[in-house]
Every structure is written in structure tokens, then in C-alpha cells.
């Protein structure tokens, strides 16, 4: 029960495969009470109501990019707990380039500004609105995902690298102001390539989930085991660590070169 008593926010559930998801469970068996948050079109494609049942939680839609929706969330949350939470998840990613298989020498600048927005700037307006609100606890502690694209070259992740970026260094920046104003830690983890709608949304996703697989001593992490991850961030076990952005990635980052590759 490493998160009795804990009260938090969970965004970017669509599906059962969702890194979200497996969060939302695992927070649910260690004792925390959560709202479940997705943008109004994925409530209505995603089965995140089975969810809810499972948790027993709430469900407030909000696009991440609107601050109205965010408030509307923040405030509904605050009402639903009888005041503040501790901690808040976000797993949100999206990008029309890629979507749309449009080439990283080939982007439409409309749809970067939404790569940037729903991926990366989203964080900053989670936390703003949180900020303004006083709506986080003393220690809490908000986690976001994010990709080792962000330090190294893959290719087919096109402008979600620059995002992946971007958000990291959100994470940081708001780290400072959050910590100093009330304690509250900010982190990313860069989790392993992982078989959800987004990530299978990659071109070339199974190659790279086959080569990070073999680079990592201890294979790619799955969901489940970023799960248990994010939990130990959102306990009271972690309340020193903030402002990182922190590999769940079986050992990938650190890599240079592994044999595997050199058998014949
Ligand atoms: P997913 O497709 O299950 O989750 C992405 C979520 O973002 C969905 O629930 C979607 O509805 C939500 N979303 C998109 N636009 C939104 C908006 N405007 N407002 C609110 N929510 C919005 O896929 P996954 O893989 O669980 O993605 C979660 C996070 O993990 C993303 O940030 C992703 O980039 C990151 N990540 C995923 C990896 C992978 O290989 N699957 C690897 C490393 C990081």
C-alpha cells in the first residue's frame, strides 16, 4: 500500500495497452484514489469506462491543450477529493506529422505546433493550472513519459523527438518553481519502446523495439514495469528526486555497442 491514502490525477488512459493504464491499476492496488482525465474524443473511442469500474474512479474528459477544459478538470478533481492530490500522471502524446507519415524534412508547421502543443506544452498547462489552484499537496509529485529520442537520433519519430525535448525540459523548469512554492517534485521517465496505439503509431516500430530489445541487458521494460516505476515516484519513497529525467529502459541508454549485433 505504498500510496495509501494518496489522492491523484491520471491522464492519457485510452486502451488496455496504455502505459496509463497500467499506472492507473497499480495505483488503485497501492491504495490511491484517482481521477481518470482523456481528451472528449478518446472517451468516446477508447473503453477507459472499464477502467473507471475497476478503480472505482471518476472520469473528467479535457483536451490538454485547453486551459478552460484544465481548469474545469482541476477544479472537479479538487471538489470529488475534498481538496488537494498528490500526484498527477501525464501520458500524453500525439502527432499529426506522424500520423499522417510526413517525413522530418517534410513537415507541416500547423501540425508541429499540435505535435508541440498535445505533447510537451500540455505539461506546462497541467502544471500552471495546478500552480494557480494550489491544487497539488505538499511532496506530491507529477510524473510525465517521455522517449530517449529526446537526447539521440531516431529517425521515424520524426517531430515528436523535438516534443519528447521539450517536455523534458518543462519538467525542469516547472521542477524549480514547483519545488521552491510547495515541494512538489516533477520528473520524466524515458520508458522503452512500448506495443500501445501511440508507440505502434511509429513508423518502423517493431524493428525498434526488436534492436532496443537486444541493446538492453535486461531486454525493453514493458508497461507493467513502468508501472510499478511510476509508483515508486508518486511514494513517499522518492520525495528527494526531482527535476530528472529518469531511463526505465532495461539498460538501452548506456549502451554503446552490443555483440549481438556483430554475430554472424
Ligand atoms: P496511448 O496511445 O495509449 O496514449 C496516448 C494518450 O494521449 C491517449 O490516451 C490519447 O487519448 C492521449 N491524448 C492525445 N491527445 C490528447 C489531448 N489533446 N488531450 C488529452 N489527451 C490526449 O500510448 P502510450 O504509449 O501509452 O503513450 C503514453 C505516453 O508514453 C506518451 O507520452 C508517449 O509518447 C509515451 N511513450 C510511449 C512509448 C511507446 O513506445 N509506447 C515509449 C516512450 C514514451
Known amino acids: 500500500m505504498l500510496l495509501a491514502g494518496k489522492k491523484g490525477i491520471i491522464f492519457g488512459a485510452l486502451d488496455n495497452n496504455s502505459i496509463a493504464w497500467k499506472i492507473a491499476e497499480r495505483a488503485h492496488q497501492e491504495g490511491a484514489s484517482i481521477v481518470l482525465s482523456n481528451a472528449p474524443v478518446a472517451l468516446r473511442m477508447g473503453t477507459i469506462n472499464q477502467l473507471a469500474e475497476k478503480c472505482n474512479a471518476p472520469v473528467i474528459g479535457a483536451d490538454a491543450t485547453n486551459m478552460e477544459d484544465l481548469e474545469n478538470l482541476v477544479r472537479k478533481a479538487m471538489e470529488h477529493f475534498g481538496g488537494g492530490f498528490d500526484f498527477v500522471l501525464h ?3 500525439m502527432s499529426p506529422n506522424v500520423r499522417k507519415k510526413r517525413d522530418y524534412t517534410n513537415l507541416n508547421y500547423a501540425y508541429l505546433t499540435q505535435t508541440l502543443d498535445i505533447s510537451a506544452i500540455s505539461l506546462h498547462k497541467i502544471l500552471q493550472t495546478c500552480y494557480q489552484l494550489d491544487a497539488i499537496n505538499e511532496w506530491g509529485s507529477v510524473v510525465g513519459l517521455s522517449y530517449i529520442a529526446a537526447q539521440r537520433t531516431f529517425p521515424g519519430y520524426g517531430d515528436m523527438a523535438d516534443a519528447k525535448a521539450a517536455l523534458e525540459s518543462i519538467a525542469r523548469s516547472f521542477g524549480y518553481h514547483y519545488g521552491i512554492k510547495n515541494k512538489v517534485r516533477v520528473n520524466t521517465i524515458s520508458q522503452s519502446p512500448t506495443a500501445t496505439t501511440a508507440g505502434t503509431g511509429i513508423k518502423g516500430f517493431d524493428d525498434f523495439f526488436d534492436y532496443a530489445q537486444k541493446m538492453s541487458p535486461l531486454g525493453n521494460a514493458s508497461a ?14 522518492t520525495r528527494m528526486v526531482t527535476m530528472h529525467n529518469l531511463f526505465h529502459d532495461g539498460g538501452f541508454s548506456n549502451m554503446g555497442l552490443s555483440p549481438l549485433f556483430l554475430d554472424k
Do not use: K, R
Open 91 to 93: 501520458s500524453i502524446g
Open 224 to 237: 507493467d514495469a513502468c508501472a510499478d516505476y511510476c509508483i515508486s515516484l508518486f511514494s513517499d519513497l
